[in-house]
């Protein structure tokens, strides 16, 4: 019988390319020698599955040990998946990317290798510049102003703390705008889900009035 309540794991094991999947086999294989590891050998079973049958499940696996706490292996199984994945796209996604190197800076800064997390941390800055990451370069501003906290601003002009000031500034205020702009979009669609095209003046007027929003104006008008 299938349980539906309990598919979380199927979900995630059928949406996988093969790609995915074989990935995730040598993902788990790294800490075992010979044979598959229960995760694998559980992996599989599921992925066989057009429809999730938990009872199938604990009745081909009754003599193996996992079965006792499925519920936890099962849990353990998706958080694994969910790591490979990470690891699978960590060099196709930006942001990813991103993330994974102010960790870097974090680790050589826990060291005190300070000019190291300063040269990675010019790295981060640049790339997120280049893929308009605002958020990531608010984190990097973060850690420009603990650097300089560390070394005592030790020839530091104040025109340095007057641009990281306007940097952060400019940040916010254009992080502030694409919130607003996708405020009004989604206030929008939201209209035109609910009640379709305009069909009465009082709806023809609800529209254009979400369309007046400053940040939506030509701005060569």
């Known amino acids: 019988m299938s349980n539906k ?3 979380h794991v199927h979900r995630l094991v059928r949406s996988m390319t093969r790609a995915e999947k074989r990935y995730f086999k040598l993902y788990t294989s790294r800490h075992v020698v010979g044979g598959k590891s229960n995760y694998q050998l559980l992996f ?3 992925a066989r599955m057009q429809e999730y049958d938990e009872e199938a499940l604990l009745k081909k696996f009754a003599a193996e040990a996992f079965t006792k706490r499925f519920a936890i292996t099962k849990r353990r199984l998706y958080e694994t998946i969910l790591h490979s994945l990470d690891a699978f796209h960590a060099e196709s996604s930006m942001d990813a990317r991103l993330r994974r190197m102010l960790h870097q800076v974090e680790l050589l800064h826990q060291r005190a290798l300070y000019d190291d997390a300063r040269k990675m941390l010019r790295s981060v800055r640049k790339l997120a510049r280049k893929h308009d990451r605002h958020t990531i370069l608010l984190d990097v501003l973060g850690w420009e102003r ?3 906290e560390q070394r005592g601003y030790a020839g530091t002009p104040e025109e340095e703390l007057d641009e990281l000031l306007r ?8 992080l502030e705008e694409l ?14 889900y609910r009640h379709g095209h305009a069909r009465d003046k009082d709806q023809l007027k609800e529209l254009k009035q979400l369309l007046r929003h ?3 104006r030509d701005p060569a008008a």
């Open 44 to 46: 599989d079973a599921i």
């Open 146 to 148: 603990r650097m300089l």
């Open 167 to 174: 940097e952060s500034s400019t940040l916010r205020q254009e």
């Open 214 to 216: 400053p940040l939506l």
């Open 5 to 7: 309540a309990h598919d």
């Open 179 to 192: 919130d607003q702009l996708w405020d009004r979009k989604s206030r929008i669609f939201l209209t035109l």
